[in-house]
């Protein structure tokens, strides 16, 4: 049981490219989360799906899309970096039925700097 | 809207001595309540929550806190410090009002450290 996976784990972008960061869960977690971590500002919701095929905006969406196809995935694509996109971000997911209970898990994170 | 509070940013203390890390939250209804801890480099790891019932509940690694609605706090709480829990610890809050059960809000965290 590997939890939650994050690939990759570090990547140096040039301003303007774009790139997928992938999230795998295996808990069977209805609900998935992309969060990014700054110095000092905790963390931040970017998007989030509360199941297959759905998508919604968190606290920070811009310059970010996320797909949701299989149950398991959730990838986050920046279309054009910008140096304000340098950050960690982090994977979570959450809620089965099975356990009935919502406090997320989370990856181990991606550490993505653009320059 | 939802929101956490960290009133301490960096906390030392002396490995042995007891520790009380604060959290102040705002919402309406009850609240679920997370306290999460970071290891350099690390995702997240989930120390303890509250969902409802008793107000001091038990974590991992020797953490409790106490929830206290009349105060609105959260605290977390260890009797004796080991120098591998100097780390970073962050309070959320989740909604919980039936469908909307999917989403925390997270304090801007309380770095530890442990002096030897």
């Known amino acids: 049981n590997a939890g939650v996976t994050q690939t990759p784990k570090f990547r140096v972008l040039k301003t303007g490219q774009s790139m997928t960061l992938l999230c795998a869960q295996d808990?069977?977690?209805?609900?998935m989360y992309w969060y990014r971590q700054d110095p000092g500002m905790g963390l931040r919701l970017i998007h989030y799906?509360?199941?297959?095929?759905?998508?919604a905006k968190g606290e920070v969406p811009d310059g970010y899309n996320v797909s949701r196809l299989k149950k398991q995935n959730f990838l986050l694509g920046l279309e054009s970096a910008a140096p304000s996109q340098t950050s960690v971000y982090f994977c979570?997911?959450?809620?089965?039925?099975?356990?009935?209970?919502?406090?997320?898990?989370f990856g181990p994170g991606t550490r993505l700097t653009v320059t | 809207a939802q929101s956490v509070t960290q009133p301490d940013i960096h906390i030392t203390v002396s490995e042995g001595a007891s520790l009380e890390l604060r959290c102040n939250y705002s919402?309406?209804?009850?609240?679920?309540l997370f306290w999460y801890v970071q290891s350099p480099g690390q995702g997240l790891q989930l120390l303890l929550k509250?969902?409802?019932?008793?107000?001091l509940v038990q974590g991992i690694k020797g953490f409790e806190a106490e929830f206290k609605r009349s105060q609105s706090s959260f605290n977390l709480r260890k009797p004796s410090v080991h120098w591998s829990d100097a780390a970073e610890y962050f309070c959320?809050?989740?909604?919980?009002?039936?469908?909307?059960?999917?989403?925390?809000?997270f304090g801007k965290g309380t770095l530890l450290t442990v002096n030897p």
């Open positions: 959320a809050v989740g909604e919980n009002s039936g469908g909307s059960n999917y989403k925390l809000t």
């Open positions: 979570a997911s959450s809620y089965s039925e099975w356990t009935g209970s919502y406090e997320q898990y």
């Open positions: 808990m069977n977690h209805e609900y």
């Open positions: 919402y309406g209804a009850t609240p679920y």
């Open positions: 799906s509360v199941g297959e095929g759905t998508t």
């Open positions: 509250y969902f409802s019932g008793d107000t």
